[in-house]
Structure formats: C-alpha cells, structure tokens
C-alpha cells in the first residue's frame, strides 16, 4: 500500500474519535511521521478545543520527538486553517515547527480559510500534496461540507413501513414497526445528529420523547413544527431535560448560538419562520445560524414529504417491519413524492441518496 494512503488512513481513524463531540466543526485527525515512524498524533477533541494538528505536536512535543518536526510529514485531513477562530491558525503552528511537508485530504471549504492555509504553507517554502483519500474524507464530514456548501443542515429522513408499505394507519397513533435491533440502531443514529426533528402530528398522536434511550450518547436538540402554537406543554418533548425548538408563526426568542449553550438552556425556545413554500428552507438556515449542522428527521409523512418537495434532504433511512395493515398513510415512494434517488439495502434498512 502506497505509504501516503497508509498514513492518511491513521488521521481519518483518529478524526472520527472527534465524533459526537466537535460539531459544527468538521472531524479533523493529524499524524506526524519521520522517516516511516509516527511521532506524534492528536486528533480535534471538542467544538471549541485545539485542533487536530496542535494536538499532534504537542504529542510529538511530550515524546521528545521536537527536534525530529523539521525533517517530518504531517498527514492532515483537513486543510490546517489560518484564521484566528477559537484557536490560532494552524498553519502557522506548522511553519513555526518548521515541518518538511503537509499531505492534506481535503481542502477545508470555509470562507475564512479555503485555500489560505495551503498557500500560507506554499509561500513559507514547505511542501503540500492535496487529496490523498479525498472521498474518505468527504464522507466522513459530509455534513460539515454539505453545511458550509449548502448554507444549511444536512437532513436524514427516516421512516418505517409495514410489511405491505404503509407508514401506519390513516388514524396516526403509534404503531410498533420496527424490531429491537432497528430500535437501537435509530437511538445510536440520533446521538449522532445535532438535532431531531418530528411535526405537529406525530408530536401529538405519538407523544414522542426523543431522547437516547437504547445507546450510550449525547441527545440531540429536539425541534417540533408546531406553526400554531397549538401542541400542549404536557407533551414529552417539552420535558425539560434537553433543549426544544419550537418551530412556527408567531414568536421568536433567542436561541442558543453554541453547541455548549444548548448543554447548559435545557428549555423551550422559539424559532418563526413565514408561511410559504419555503418554510423547511426557512428553517433549516436559521437552525444553521444556531450551529444545528445536522437533522434526523423521524416524522410524520407530512414532514418528511415536505423535505423531499422542498429538495432539502441528503439521506433516507428506511426500515420495513413485519405488520400487515391492509390500508393506511403511504410512503413517498408509494406516492412517486420520492424520485430521482440511489437504493442500497443492507443490514434491514434501506438507503436512499439523492442524485
Ligand atoms: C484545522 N484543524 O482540527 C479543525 C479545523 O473556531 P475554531 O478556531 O475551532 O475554527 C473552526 C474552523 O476551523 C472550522 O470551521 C474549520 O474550518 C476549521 N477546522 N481546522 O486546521 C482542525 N477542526
Ligand atoms: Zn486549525
């Protein structure tokens, strides 16, 4: 295997430990080797934290690797940025340590660095090689890139059908679909995204709690579409034991504008967005705004047809369990709302990407 891939590799395995804890920031790993030796590694920690490459050095540093940085390559899966953020820039922590070379998997598409880390390095004479295992890279942070490219968050669509493809009953109420092993599966999906999404319906009719109940992780931010003001307090997505948004035409208040200040407000606030077609889309910028970079969207049919309208979606994840109905709310693909999209089944579940 070629060493640069092999090496590469490394960084996109220590950028994903950074998962669940660095959004909005992308996942970022760093690998420091001299002479076919690693002798430093770090990887981005926290939203807020150093970056992956201070870390690297400074393990290379507490190895007592400092004077070796000047002959050594760093692997780095994002561009080093060089805008004074949270942290200072890292590329010129890299010019200060003198580094020979900088292999980078993607460039990082922010507005405050795209490019001028890669030719702050360039002009300080060090030499930088771009795109080893670009696509690993971009799958990995694909809602960091899609986030910064898109101007709002990436959106996963989940539902559950029966066995005769019915999303339940016309009636609405809960309706047990899934089986265990899909159950934790979808608990470990939300502790993946930034927030979790369901409208006035399902809100009402199924008394979701949305939180992490089978998986060990971080709950998401729960948002309802409820335009009226219409859903009662007593409901469980009002519990206050994580942050809800509540999305809908009447009232603004502020919301939480980092991911720490949703930890520390677990209450209700209100997002407005103006009635129109562009509702979803009005929505999703402002939850951008307040650092949401990612939506798991469980329901209902209504929801998830009006995502798909919209064209605001980058994923589906869909289950089908054993219950026969006979009759009842049919799916997007039943309706032809779903088109133009990629199938690929596995593990019970079948994923869509659009195309
Ligand atoms: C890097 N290495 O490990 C990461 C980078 O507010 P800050 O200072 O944390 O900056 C966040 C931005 O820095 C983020 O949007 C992305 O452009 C870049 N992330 N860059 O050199 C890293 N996590
Ligand atoms: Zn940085």
Known sequence: MDADIQWMRRALQLAGNGRGSVSPNPMVGCVIVHEGEIIGEGWHRQYGGPHAEVWAVKDAELKGNAHLLPASTAY?????CSHMGKTPPCADLIISKRLKKVVICNNDPNPLVSGRGISRMLDAGIEVEIGVLAAEGLALNKRFFTSMEQKRPYVILKWAETADGFLGPETGGPLRISGTLSNMRVHQWRTEEDAILVGYKTALM????LNVRNWEGRDPVRVVLDRHLQLPQTLNLFSKIQPTIVVNYLQESSL???PERYSSSLNISYLKVNP??????QMLTSLLARKIQSIFVEGGAAVINAFLQAGLWDEIRRCQGPPVIGNGVKTPVATGILTSSEKVEKDLWTYYSRI
């Open 76 to 80: 780095v899966t994002l561009e080093p």
């Open 206 to 209: 199924d008394n979701p709690r």
């Open 256 to 258: 939480p504008d980092s």
């Open 276 to 281: 129109g077609a562009d509702e979803i889309g």
